[in-house]
C-alpha cells in the first residue's frame, strides 16, 4: 500500500454523526476565523473525505498517525486521550470480499509478528444485525443506539446492556428477549450455516445478503490460513455509525479468555462513507480497512514478561573505567558516529564505571567500549556484550570491524 498524511484537525461537521454515542468524545476547537473545527477521533473519516476531495476512484493505503480523544485515560489498558493508530484501507469497486478477506490476512499478520501472543478476530456483519433486528422487531429508528448497546457487550454483563436497551433506548422487553438467543451466539463455519438454514432470515434480504457474503469471506479467509483465527460473533456491534458490511475486531487473550486491554484492531466495510463528502458525485467509492492500536499493542507488549524489547537504536556506548579519559572517549565516539553507528557516552567527564553499565543494562544498549590507561596504552580497548556480561579484548585498528560482525547477528527486537 502507498502511505498518505492527513490534517490532525477536520471540520467539525465532517466528523459529526460519523461515531454514534462515541461523538462525545470528539476535541471541539473553539471558532478559528469563522471555522468551527475538531480534533480527528480516527483515521477513517479524513481518509473519506481526501478519496472524496482528490476524486480518487481507487486506492490502497496505510497511515500512522495521532488520533484523539476526550476519554478517561487508563493507562494500564492502553487507553489515552492522545495516541497513535495505524490504518490499512482499500478503497475501489471490486469483487464481494476479496478485499476485505485481505485486511483480516494483515491484521493476523500484524499480530502474529508482533508476538502478543494469541489472539482472535472477532467478527459479523451490520447487514445481519439489520436483518435480525428486523426479524426481532426492533424499530428500524433504533438500529443505531441499539448497535451502540450491544458494543459494550465485550466489558458490559449482558444484564446491564438488556437494562440500557429497555430503560434508555426503549426497546420493550419482548423484543429484547427474541435477540438474546441470538446474540449470545459465536463460532465459525458451522454457525454460518446454522443462520443459513434459519426461515426467518432466509426471508429477510439483508441477511441473506449478509450471510452470502460471510459465507465468501470464510472461504477465503480458508485458503489464506487465517480461518482458524476467526471467531464469528453476533454480539460484535461495533458502534461507529459509518459501517455498512462486514466488520471484525482483533482481541487478545490468555488461556482461552479475552484479555482485559479491549480490542487491539478493528474494522469493517463502510460503502456510504466517502459519498457522504460529495453527493453530486455520481460513482459511490465502497471502502473497507482495519485500524490497529498501536499504543495498546506496547502496553500488552510491555506488561508481558516474556516480551524484551529494546525501546532505543543505540547500538553502543564508550564507557571509561578510570578518570581523565573522557577526550578519549569523545574521540572513538566520533569514529563510531562517521562510522555510521548509533553510540552515546555519559555526559560527565568521570563517571562511575559501575552507573555507565548499569546505564546500558537499563537502555539494553547490546555493546559497550571499556576505556582503560593500561588497555589503551597497549592499543586495545575491552568490548563488553551486555546481556551476558562478557568481554573480549579487541584491538583499536580492527574495533569499527568487530562491531559490525556482532551487531549483524540477530539481538532483541526494536520497538
Not at 492527513?6 to 476565523?33: A, H
Not at 486506492?59 to 476519554?71: E, F, P, Q, S, T
Request: charged share 30%; aromatic share 8%.
Amino acid at each position: 500500500a502507498i502511505t498518505i498524511d492527513t490534517p490532525v484537525f477536520e471540520l467539525k461537521e465532517v466528523l459529526t454523526g460519523k461515531y454514534g454515542d462515541d461523538t462525545k468524545l470528539i476535541y471541539d476547537l473553539k471558532d478559528q476565523g469563522g471555522e468551527l473545527l475538531a480534533l480527528r477521533y480516527d483515521l477513517t473519516v479524513p481518509f473519506a473525505r481526501y478519496v472524496s476531495m482528490n476524486n480518487i476512484a481507487n486506492i490502497k493505503r496505510y497511515h500512522i498517525a495521532k488520533v484523539y480523544r476526550r476519554d478517561n485515560p487508563q493507562i494500564t489498558l492502553g487507553r489515552y486521550r492522545e495516541f497513535y493508530q495505524c490504518d490499512f484501507d482499500i478503497a475501489g469497486t471490486y469483487d464481494p470480499m476479496l478485499p476485505d478477506a485481505e485486511c483480516v490476512k494483515i491484521v493476523c499478520e500484524i499480530l502474529s509478528e508482533a508476538g502478543v501472543g494469541e489472539f482472535k478476530v472477532r467478527l459479523n456483519h451490520r447487514k445481519l444485525l439489520t436483518g435480525l433486528f428486523e426479524v426481532c422487531g426492533v424499530p428500524a429508528e433504533k438500529f443505531r443506539s441499539v448497535c451502540s448497546s450491544l458494543d459494550k457487550l465485550d466489558k458490559t454483563p449482558w444484564d446491564e446492556v438488556r437494562r440500557e436497551m429497555i430503560e434508555q433506548k426503549g426497546l420493550d422487553e419482548e423484543t429484547v428477549d427474541r435477540l438474546t438467543p441470538y446474540i449470545t451466539l459465536h463460532g465459525g463455519l458451522e454457525l454460518y450455516k446454522q443462520l443459513a438454514e434459519e426461515e426467518q432470515l432466509k426471508r429477510n434480504r439483508d441477511a441473506c445478503e449478509a450471510l452470502e457474503d460471510l459465507r465468501l469471506l470464510f472461504q477465503y479467509c480458508d485458503i489464506l490460513n487465517v480461518s482458524n483465527r476467526i471467531s464469528f460473533d453476533l454480539s460484535l456491534a461495533r458502534g461507529l455509525d459509518y459501517y455498512t458490511g462486514v466488520i471484525y475486531e482483533a482481541v487478545l487473550l490468555d488461556t482461552d479468555r479475552e484479555l482485559s486491554v479491549g480490542s487491539v484492531a478493528g474494522g469493517g466495510r463502510y460503502d456510504n462513507l466517502v459519498g457522504m463528502f460529495n453527493p453530486k458525485r455520481k460513482q459511490q467509492v465502497p471502502c473497507v480497512g482495519v485500524s490497529i492500536g498501536v499504543e495498546r499493542l506496547f502496553s500488552v507488549l510491555e506488561t508481558r514478561s516474556f516480551a524484551q524489547i529494546r525501546t532505543n537504536e543505540t547500538e553502543v556506548y564508550v564507557a571509561s573505567a578510570h578518570k581523565g579519559l573522557h577526550l578519549k572517549r569523545l574521540e572513538i565516539l566520533n569514529q563510531l558516529w562517521n562510522a555510521g553507528f548509533m553510540a552515546e557516552h555519559s555526559y560527565k567527564r568521570n563517571p562511575k564505571l559501575l552507573a555507565q553499565l548499569q546505564y546500558c543494562e537499563e537502555h539494553q544498549i547490546p555493546y559497550a567500549i571499556i576505556l582503560g590507561a593500561d588497555e589503551l596504552a597497549r592499543g586495545i580497548v575491552k568490548l563488553r556484550e551486555i546481556p551476558s556480561r562478557k568481554e573480549v579484548e579487541v584491538m583499536l585498528d580492527t574495533l569499527m570491524e568487530e562491531l559490525r560482525c556482532r551487531l549483524s547477528l540477530p539481538t532483541l527486537p526494536l520497538l
